[in-house]
């Protein structure tokens, strides 16, 4: 079965660094589009990345151009989040998404890990 785990969160100062990982199993990794969504408390969940299957192309939210940096590593299964620059307003639990063809397009979720931001 599809399988998408997260890790690399925790609480990091404002302007520190993390990087998050996501592996996948279950399904063929490489044709799949990958991307990263963040829900703070309160909010409504946003996309924050969005890399395409060959890592040829990525796309990223306005709140985090410049900042944050999406790849992956076919050979591994793996997509990364790198975050740089973070601000408080950062915090929120991160998921992976996995857009999967079979038949049709169907999303899966990691559970998310959970980043803070604070001083």
């Known amino acids: 079965q599809v399988q998408l785990v997260e890790s690399g969160g925790g609480l990091v100062q404002p302007g520190g660094s993390l990087r998050l990982s996501c592996a996948a199993s279950g399904f063929t990794f490489s044709n799949s589009p990958m991307r990263w969504y963040r829900q703070a408390p309160g909010k409504e969940r946003e996309l924050v990345a969005t890399i395409t299957s060959a890592g040829e192309t990525t796309y990223y939210s306005d709140s985090v151009k410049g900042r944050f940096t999406i790849s992956r590593d076919n050979a591994k299964n793996t997509v990364y989040l790198q975050m740089n620059s973070l601000k408080p307003e950062d915090t929120a639990v991160y998921s992976c998404?996995?857009?999967?063809?079979?038949?049709?397009?169907?999303?899966?979720w990691g559970q998310g890990t959970q980043v803070t931001v604070s001083s």
């Open positions: 998404n996995a857009q999967i063809f079979t038949g049709r397009w169907t999303y899966y």
